[in-house]
């Protein structure tokens, strides 16, 4: 037997110990079945609220969104600065170059060591940054989610830019006035498994079985990814495939933009009638080239604003997240907080090429 | 001080004067002096190390020589790289061929000077004809087509001759160009060289073989240790006293394979093939006997070797070791059982170069070495030190890279590696090939030694003294087989001449 | 060595050697002292951070800052021999990734036990590793090649297994164990295993005959090979070696997150490399110790927490971590150069010729 | 007298080269040829497939989808073929395209005047400049491309991310002029298609029939010999990079004009399917070998792939894995020839038995 074949065995003797020592942390077989899974710490209510309580000055609310590179998250943390200048406040924004939960979590961990004491977060990942969160919680930071949240238990508010249901609603009907309603139609989503899409195509489904949509079907949804390029060919693919298709929503403002693009530039401009969520700054010139004749968005700055009253509520004690509770978001007026620590922000815009031009994000 | 050159009526084409150079700490020429006149052909002679490469560089412009100074025509020539060589009409064809391996044979001799057309696009037809030309010119016949990859070392360097007759120039270089070259394809060669010589050419000749040197050359120059020793006529030289000055002293018996009581058999073959290479192999070697395998340049003698020792595998035969068959494909049994190969290539195959001296000469024994798998310091720098001690390694110390060591040093490393194993059968390839002529006599002691202590020594050795003087027996390879073997008293030039080439063979 | 035989001369050309054993004598000079070096620039930076930075040198961010570090120290472990036989392996992140994906999908639909899961993912990563050990050794194909192949097929694959979607209903008590320290300690139980395999291996590397063998064939192969060093296989193992520790850090990767996604790990490739070279592993190969490449990862992580706490752009991060990695391959090179010079310089040259 | 004398008084090597390279290309190149031409091959195929499951894939409108597609991998492919041809490899192309396509965008967005010729000279001359940092930091330390390049890579990504500091610029935030140059076709053939025809046409003869190109591949083929017979490799290779971060700037200015919507994370991850294009197009990645043609094919091959996965509705996750497949089952392929090759041309070589 050769010593370096034996020095494999050693490395081979390390691994084996080293994965005994990772599996030896739960004793008999742990299986699915019967792993009961155990909610998280509930934060739900802890201690009263007391609604008039004074939002103190210079909290340190800190905004991280999924990625620091995207466009619209730069857009809704400023609406959150905005409100937290209002407030007088420390805001900051900080957050990995790239959307993944794993980054997350060690800024996470970065900011609740900064002692700060409202964390507003959109998550990556539902549940991968949820023990972060707690820890954070622990520390004695608010936690409050945007845009896409994370399990109930790891956050105490969710500040949803609109209610699913009224998002599904709000699509299906764009776009079945304008294929004048009937014909097949696609959608073109963002990712598998972003928290939101999955429930609005779920909810559009639904829309879809209203007697007055009877003749519209739909055919497909297909991915992009929430890449410009892959969201650009799956539109080709789409157009490909589906040689009858009379429109295509597509709930995600990479998404749309993509599609719209590829539709201005071929045959279909016009013929194939698109609309989706997207910001006015992208679609513009396609709602003027006529590409695209409405779409719906809400506003991303105020998301980021309404996210951080709710978290210098929160750090007042004016709320809990418990439901019920009111609070008043500067501008925006008066907000309740809904079932599971939920706050809607509201319908959304529709944009057409009347009002398209007084907006800018 | 250089005597008269033939026709020293006409000037110095090329001098260098007091020229030095050194890497490091290691000075490698300490005030060379050379003239190269028109129309001679020099022979520049010396141990390894003693500074022929780097001169040879220093002429190609790989390398700028800290001091001193060359001429050209008189006027002084400063060459900041291989192309300012070039320019100036120097031509070198290298020891190891140096081609682009995925290139047409045509374009690696016209590299960088490819003919030109309208818009200096390249001419390929042109480039081939020339090509072909060129080797018309050498009377061989190379596809100028086809890639380099794939030819043979021979052809290889019969390529290199084509590119450096390509620019017809002024000054030829050849830093042992014959090594793999056959004796007419030397001959040749040499016409060519003699021809440049006539057109006013000046050749310089670097070269181990004496006779070479002595049949082309009509002068020679001697280097040792980088230093210049002396330039004289060839006529009034005997190869005798150029060795002398080469190795500063007088060098005793070159060859003193003393008769070792014959034991039993150690190393048996038995009809070892390889496809292509070499077919139905068979000899025996016994304990205390040194036996020779002879033959060209591609008979297969060194394939031989790799394969009995493992590191390339067999279709057919067997391997026996004191009567034990010896599995395949693996050095490492092969060494466990006894066996020790010192190859042909020390620098690939011999050495890790920019391993320490100790690490290289414990690298087959680092399992033996080892307590429980585990290797501690001491055992290895203890081996090291008892071998390198036996056999004399000059080294500055056991830590320092092999690669800083001479070419002689090396070639005991080597066999301080692999004595250390201590081996049963010791199969050594090329036993002395660069290796300065007095390192060559230690080399021959120490391999006679062995045998007398009763190691089967199998030699491969292209020059034939060596062979004659070493060998209890003589096994002569042609085209892959055995085809004769000589006992010591059979075998002389003529008789292994005749077999190696093939003729009046299988006895 | 697959750079080699890819980049650098090989050494058949005397010139090339004289060159090389020139620069590589440089070069010992240089990295002799060079993981010295990097422990002493991890202390530097260390205790300025700890004075700097507010809130750095606390036991949680510590315990932060290990959790983190784990993935890359054990990746560094093995890609460390591998670098130093003359091959890389890009594929590592991406292997993590389907290890951590197949754990979630065989926890989703398969009804095994954690611990057989377990067991199977680290067996998986040694396959994994095999196919590079495959392509490597049998068909004898540059390690960086082929390594970037399964990097692109391994990530792919590992968002086939999962779509993105994320395996996240992973049993408490094993998330928690991830993330658990040693009682009494603000240090995580996880880094148990790494300083267990980092012992291994740096016994393997430093103290056995195998280490002997790698520093070997990494400056030289073939001479190795005469040697009796088995090259082909004892290559194919460090690459299998690998997957398995990839097989490792894809649970424990899953586990501390609490999630199976295939995106997990991405372009932590390029870290793991960043460390190991500023350990001082010659990307030539048969150059560099253990020693070295954990402090390289110690800095590495350091820095990274420090600067994150100091409120430092995640892009300027980015860019500090490819500035690194240049630097630590420039940097050796750059001295020795110098040196040369100056030492020429002194004995009134001028400069050498290509 | 030494043991080296044959009896065969001529050496026969090869085929006798009577009217070698006249009539008949030189067996070197028809290797070249030959790869080609299975590539095309395998294009065919993967067409013909996919349009029988359907077939509006060779519809007008999808062919010069298809074209459009192709067309930056096509120019990063070549460039990248220049680098990889002397033993090189630049992983930061997918950067320094993302990097020149946000200042192409920045650059309309200061001075929306701005003619498209000058955006698109300004743009070249950025790329060339990351170029000029790749080669430079080799030249200076020796080490493999790789490893420099995978530096820069995150540096100029990181640039771009911190510069960008999450901004987007969108179309209508450029010419209209600027922007037809990603959608105008000419004769039905989009523009971009055509750049890149030219880029692969130049680069392609530039390779093949001058002397500097050459020496490229000498250099790639055995460095040391390189250096020895004058070339001056140095300089060689710090040329190739800038030219190939050249060619990467001009992709970023097309990408820009093709995509209308530019952030920071442009062609984030290109760099392998650009090596893996290069490598299937034959570019060995040993260097030495490898034709600017047979990489553009590589990459015409990658966007259908990409492209009928889309269309046959096969899972796009799917295509990264098609990819690195690719990549192995090509390096695995070249092998396999080069071994083969070897063997016989040593038949041809009368040396050894």
Redesign the interface.
Known sequence: M???????R??????A???L???A??CG?????N?G??P?AGNQASGAANPDAQIREGLKIAFLPKQ????Y??VSDNGGKTAVTEIKGEF?E?????A????Q???I??LS???MDVIVTSAN???????ALNQAKAAGAKIVTFDSDTKPECRQIFVNQVTAEGIAENQVKLISEQIGGAGEIAILSA???ATNQNAWIELMKQQLTKPEYSKIKLV?VA?G?DD???S???T??L???Y?NLKGIISPTTVGV??AA?YLS????KGKVKLTGLGTP??M??YVKDGTVDAFALWNPADLGYLAAYAGAALAAGQITGAEGEKFTAGKLGEYTVGKDGVVVLGPPTVFDKNNIDKFDF | MSPEAPGADNAPLLVLDGVTKSFGAVAALRGVHLALHPGEAHALVGENGAGKSTLVKTLAGAHTPDTGRMALDGRPLELRGPADARAAGIAVIYQEPTLFPDLSVAENIFMGRQPLRGLRRIDTTAMNRDAERLFERLGVRIDPTRPARGLSIADQQLVEIAKALSFDARILVMDEPTAALSGVEVERLFGVARSLCERGAAVLFISHRFDEVFDLCQRITVLRDGAWVSTDRTADLTVDEVVRRMVGRDVSSLYPKQDAPVRGTLLEVSGLSRAGVFSDVSFTVRGGEIVALAGLVGAGRSEVARAVFGVDRYDAGEVRVAGRPLPPGSP?RAIAAGLALVPEDRRQQGLVMELSVERNATLAR??AL?RL?LLIGGAERAEAQRWTRRLQVKASRLTAPVGTLSGGNQQKVVLAKWLATEPRILIIDEPTRGIDVGTKAEVHRLLSELANEGLAILMISSELPEVLGMADRVLVMHEGRVVRELSRAEADETSVMLAATGQGATA | MAHDSLYAAPSSSSAETERRTGRLTGLRGVLGSWDVAVVVALVVAALLAGVSV??FA?G??VQ?LLL?LVPLAMLALPMTLIVITGEIDLSVASTVGLCSTVMGQL??SS??????I??LV?LLGAVLGAVNGVFVTGFGLPSLAVTIGTLALYRGLSFVVL????V????????A????DIPGTSIP?AV??VL??A???G??LHA????R?LYAMGNNDQAATFAG?SVAR?KF?LFV?SG??CG?VG???T?????A?G?????LELTVVTAVLLGGVSIFGGRGGLLGVVAGVLLLGVLR?AL??A?V???A??IVTGALLVASVVLPNAVADVRARLHRRRQRANPVAP | MSLTDTGTPHRRTGNPPTGAGRHRRGLTERLLAVRELSLLLALGALILVTTLR?D??L?G??VK?LLL?CAILVILAVGQTLVIVTRNVDLSVGSILGLVAFATGSLFLAAPGTPWPVAVLLGVALGAGCGAVNGGLIAVAKVPALVITLGTLYAFR?ID?YW?????I???DMPRSFLRL??QTVLGVPLLFLAAVVVVAVVGYYLRSYRSGRELYAIGSEPAAARLSGIPVGRRVFAVFVANGALAGLAGVLYAAR???L????GTGLELQVVAAAVVGGVAIFGGSGSAYGAALGAVLLTTI??SL??L?ID?FWQQAVVGALILAAIGLDRLLALRMAARLRGRSAHGA
């Open positions: 050769s010593a370096h074949r034996r020095g494999f050693f490395g081979a003797t390390g691994l110990l080293a994965a020592l990772l599996s942390t739960a077989g742990t299986t699915r079945e792993s899974n155990d998280g620091v590179n995207n466009p998250f730069t900051k900080v957050g990995p170059s790239e993944s939960a794993s980054s979590v060690s800024y961990n970065t060591q900064q002692g990942d539902p549940n991968a940054i949820c023990g990712t598998a498994n497909t991915y990814n410009d390029q892959k650009f060919q799956e080709q693919g157009l490909q495939s040689p933009a993509a693009r530039g071929s045959q279909y700054n992208q513009r010139q | 490492r680092r399992r080892s798998g | 507010e809130s606390t949680r961010n932060f983190d926890w989703l009804g095994l036990s954690l611990e057989l377990c067991v680290v779509g993105d979607q994320a996240a209903d992973f049993p408490a008590s094993w998330t164990a991830a993330v658990r139980v148990l295993p267990l395999l012992l291994v291996f016994v393997v056995t005959a195998a280490g063998a060093v004892t193992w070696a398995a520790v490792l649970i424990f990767w586990l501390r997150y609490a999630s996604r995106d997990n790990a991405t372009g927490n994150q706490l409120d752009d995640a892009n991060l980015t | 359907n509006r894939f519809s409108q999808s989808d597609g990181g991310y960008a500091s999450g901004r987007q969108n179309a209508a990603g959608n995509f209308g919507t952030d920071a994370a442009a990409g492209s889309a269309v509705r796009p």
